[in-house]
């Protein structure tokens, strides 16, 4: 081991002891050989990870618990971090490519003032994360959300398919349709309830001229039939 290398295990020692990294959904301490992880192995064992995708959209795990805490934190108090462990469990269930590979990620967009209050569109930072792994181009500016949508957290599914009906468009740009006309995309967001939004944003991409449109998340609820598959 050479001196910078002696140096550097030192200070990373001082720096772990000093302000030791906590699990994100418990608070407790992270075993030092696992902090590069933001779950502490109690935690971890409460999720429950999806490990292959037959469908047209991709889940990593199951929206309850300590994945449920991790996503509030990644969004609402902006660990921006958690975006790197979200993308990896989410590149371990890709959807079937259907014969043709995937040529673009797309994530879910925010509207203007709810992205700039937050500071962030968590799609967004999820799709970069997956191209670093996949190898996957991201593109953040061909679909754009084009009015502000309420919560849809108290309301049903034919409620939430009226409120993002028309919520979604086609950037007004020379680039957009001609990277999306025959194109098979993969639609990235962080949760999925019922289905309503990605199906949305789905059906604008579709009638743009997309190949195929597949999805992918983190997180949804743990039963079978809240979406409407393809």
């Not at 079937?96 to 590979?101: F, G, H, K, L």
């Not at 700039?116 to 799709?127: H, I, M, S, V, W």
């Not at 098979?184 to 743009?208: M, P, Q, R």
């Amino acid at each position: 081991m050479n001196f910078k290398s002696t140096i550097h295990t030192i200070l990373k020692q001082f720096f772990y002891t000093l302000s030791p990294p906590i699990c994100v959904a418990c608070g407790n301490r992270l075993p030092e050989e696992d902090k590069e992880t933001p779950l502490c192995p109690d935690c971890l064992k409460q999720v429950t990870f999806l490990r292959q995708s037959n469908t047209s959209i991709g889940i990593a795990c199951y929206h309850e618990g300590p994945a449920r805490t991790l996503i509030h934190q990644f969004k609402y108090r902006k660990y921006e971090y958690l975006a790197r462990f979200m993308a990896q469990h989410m590149s371990e269930v890709l959807p079937p490519t259907r014969n043709a590979p995937f040529q673009m990620l797309i994530p879910v967009p925010l509207w203007k003032s709810r992205q700039r209050d937050r500071g962030f569109n968590q799609a967004e930072l999820l799709t970069k994360e997956l191209q670093k792994i996949t190898g996957i181009p991201s593109y953040a500016n061909i679909l754009i959300r084009t009015r502000n949508t309420p919560t849809q957290t108290a309301l049903s599914r034919k409620q939430r398919k009226e409120n993002v009906k028309g919520a979604f468009a086609i950037a007004n740009n020379n680039v957009a349709p001609a990277l999306i006309r025959g194109a098979h995309i993969l639609l990235v967001d962080d949760v999925c309830t019922t289905g309503a939004t990605l199906d949305e944003c789905a059906s604008v991409l579709k009638k743009a001229g997309a190949m195929f449109v597949s999805k992918l998340v983190f997180a949804s609820p743990p039963y079978e039939d809240f979406f409407d598959r393809d």
